[in-house]
């Protein structure tokens, strides 16, 4: 089954960093473009970034771009999120988001989640 | 940006009774939405895609609707296991956003 485990939540201060990391097992994780999802504590859902299946394009929205930035390691069936210059607007739990579109063929909405990782930017 | 905005933003509803959840899109999305169904301290759970599809495993209770700029979600004998909030999301054009979200509680 479809599997998808966050990590690398923390306590931030305010301009700091930290890499979150999502391990995924149970689907050919090279075939799948993936993403992140946040939520703010008590908020509503915000998409943040895609990843397309082979890395080979990256979105992000608005509030995040310049400042955090997308990859993935095929061979090791992992995702990552870098978060740099970190706004106490930031603290969310950060969920990855499985694209249920094949290869090419993303679909942009998200069929299976992680059960996300707490992101708290505080001085 | 497409704006999403879903109505109520709070349903209180007896087990038994019928549901319905609105989402409207700024502009039209054609049937590119989802509907996801969130339990406190629980990651999202697709129910609906295309706007109508029903996402496999999910209870037949759940149905779609709409397309272009209005879209419903229905629950047709709402069970103890639905009390939760429900959010809308559109995939026509990124960024891909959500509507704020509909609390169903318990009458």
């Known amino acids: 089954q479809v599997q998808l485990v966050e990590s690398g939540g923390g306590v931030v201060q305010p301009g700091g960093s930290l890499r979150l990391s999502c391990a995924a097992s149970g689907f050919t994780f090279s075939s799948y473009g993936m993403h992140w999802v946040r939520q703010a504590p008590g908020k509503g859902l915000e998409w943040v970034a895609l990843i397309r299946y082979d890395g080979s394009n990256k979105y992000y929205a608005d509030s995040v771009k310049g400042r955090f930035t997308i990859s993935r390691d095929n061979s090791k069936n992992t995702l990552y999120l870098q978060l740099n210059s970190l706004r106490a607007e930031d603290t969310a739990i950060y969920y990855c988001a499985k694209d249920p579109g094949l290869s090419s063929s993303s679909w942009h909405y998200f069929d299976y989640w992680g059960q996300g990782t707490l992101v708290t930017v505080s001085s | 940006d497409i704006q999403m905005t879903q109505s109520p933003s709070t349903l209180s509803a007896s087990v038994g009774d019928r549901v319905t959840i609105t989402c409207r899109a700024s502009q039209s999305i054609s049937s590119w939405l989802a509907w996801y169904q969130q339990k406190p301290g629980n990651a999202p759970k697709l129910l609906i895609y295309k706007a109508s599809s029903l996402e496999s495993g999910v209870p037949s209770r759940f149905s779609g609707s709409g397309s272009g700029t209005e879209f419903t979600l229905t629950i047709s004998s709402l069970q103890p296991d639905d009390f939760a909030t429900y959010y809308c999301?559109?995939?026509?054009?990124?960024?891909?956003?959500f509507g704020q979200g509909t609390k169903v509680e318990i009458k």
């Open positions: 999301q559109q995939f026509n054009s990124p960024p891909w956003t």
